[in-house]
């Protein structure tokens, strides 16, 4: 258990669904992100949310919007989607250097597929 | 364009052996350098984390980081199986601690 939390674990939907990805922080951090892994591909870096700001978005298409309300609370909205969008999908957590390192910690993921 | 270079392998290694896993960054003024591992299906979790030159180690896990040549890398002693997976170098962005870039992994096979 590393005190980030997803869910759910796997979604199955439609190019026209609309859902979302939750992910909740149990750490007391203050920076959260959304990384994408397609299968056999790197992790690729899709937003960073620092004490709830914005602080990147990696030219995401904006049919993934992210909604940070709160530090220890991220969520990812997804809309019309396309089938290469199929991946898992990873929330991390870090607190700053100075607090104690900048170590990032990983949710389970989600497993989406696009039909 | 900030880079985190890894050989992707696969590097198999006999059960018991040393297992040496090798990285490469180009942002010269990088502070924070991370090993994770991560299992087929699997997230990535934190093998070792190292922010000075040299050695550090953690049971039979040895990071070694030279800032000057840009290398870090990571020593598994005494391979087991279950070290089967890939492993994951990471480096901050510099002038950012939220930010760490992830390199392509090397899968590593330990032969029983």
């Known amino acids: 258990e590393t005190g980030v939390t997803q869910t759910p674990r796997h979604l199955v939907m439609g190019m026209t669904n609309k859902k979302s990805l939750k992910c909740e922080q149990h750490l007391g951090h203050n920076a959260m992100y959304w990384y994408k892994q397609s299968a056999k591909k790197p992790l690729e870096l899709m937003f960073v949310?620092?004490?709830?700001?914005?602080?990147e978005n990696n030219s995401v298409p904006s049919r993934f919007s992210p909604e940070c309300p709160n530090s220890s609370h991220l969520f990812l909205h997804l809309h019309t989607l396309q089938p290469e969008d199929s991946a898992l999908y990873l929330c991390a957590s870090s607190q700053d250097r100075a607090s104690g390192g900048n170590i990032q910690y990983f949710g389970a993921g989600t497993r989406l597929s696009v039909l | 364009q900030k880079e985190v270079e890894q050989n992707s392998g696969p590097l198999s290694v006999p059960e018991g052996a040393i297992a040496s896993l090798n990285c490469t960054y180009s942002?010269?003024?990088?502070?924070?350098f991370f090993w994770y591992r991560q299992y087929s299906g699997k997230s990535p979790e934190l093998i070792m984390s190292?922010?000075?030159?040299g050695d550090k180690e953690d049971g039979r896990f040895t990071a070694q980081l030279n800032k000057a040549s840009q290398y870090v890398s990571l020593l598994i002693r005494d391979s087991q199986p279950s070290d089967s997976a890939t492993y994951l170098c990471?480096?901050?962005?510099?002038?950012?601690?939220?930010?760490?870039?992830f390199g392509k992994g090397t899968r590593l096979h330990i032969l029983p």
């Open positions: 990471a480096v901050n962005e510099l002038g950012r601690d939220d930010k760490i870039i």
């Open positions: 949310y620092n004490f709830k700001e914005q602080t």
């Open positions: 190292i922010y000075s030159n």
């Open positions: 942002d010269r003024g990088s502070q924070s």
